[in-house]
């Protein structure tokens, strides 16, 4: 098991709760409450918030100090943009090296997704999916990519199942995961080329920016 720092625990602490909702765009971090919370000195608390914002996760405000940082529409464009072009390159770069057992383990998390859909579980759906994305990023051999990649995508913390408007949600999740039913059979084929294509200009096409609730 991974040994997680001091700091490491307050980051996960904080992104958690970004991630659950009980921490919105525009909140301000108390640090005495962090630290209360989590029975740690302030020293972790900063180094962690000071990650974060060098992630552009958080905004350190002069004489408001740190608050969840909000993203403008083109800011998520660009931001879609990027993760595109990141993961469709890790996904060819994975596409060789994955095993029968990996494709039957993607296989496995299409079907538990169709499942959570099915229920509303939008939790499920949230783990599933990453889940899903994870097969083949654990074996992409350019791990340094792969945590670029990663870094991006938490700027899409928010569990949009319970944060999001659910106007139609059922249906566009339905059809993301119908795109993880094409990228699966591309994994299948080793069609490297049109797999990042889909990936780049489909899933993570900049247009679904408009669903997001920014």
């Not at 990453?130 to 991006?152: G, I, M």
């Not at 889909?198 to 920014?214: D, R, S």
Request: some cysteine; proline content about 3%; hydrophobic content about 40%.
């Amino acid at each position: 098991m991974e040994y997680l720092s001091l700091k490491d625990h307050v980051y996960n602490y904080i992104v958690d709760q970004i991630n659950s909702g009980k921490l919105l765009a525009g909140a301000k971090l108390n640090e005495n409450n962090i630290c209360e919370s989590l029975q740690v000195s302030r020293t972790p608390v900063r180094e962690a918030l000071i990650q974060l914002a060098s992630e552009g996760l958080i905004d350190n405000v002069p004489r408001k100090g740190f608050v969840i940082k909000s993203l403008t529409k083109q800011e998520a464009e660009e931001t879609y943009f990027i993760i595109g072009a990141l993961d469709g390159l890790a996904a060819s770069l994975a596409a060789p090296l994955l095993t029968e057992k990996h494709l039957s383990e993607m296989d496995f998390y299409i079907q538990s997704i169709d499942l959570a859909l099915n229920t509303e579980n939008y939790r499920m759906y949230d783990k599933m999916q990453e889940a899903f994305h994870s097969v083949y990023l654990s074996v992409c051999p350019n791990k340094s990519l792969v945590n670029l990649l990663l870094q991006w995508e938490k700027k899409f913390l928010k569990n949009l199942g319970e944060n999001g408007s659910q106007e139609g949600l059922k249906e566009k999740l339905m059809q993301t995961n119908n795109e993880h039913r094409k990228m699966l059979e591309l994994f299948k084929s080793k069609d490297t080329v049109e797999l990042e294509r889909i990936l780049k200009e489909v899933h993570w096409n900049p247009e679904k920016v408009e669903n997001l609730p920014l």
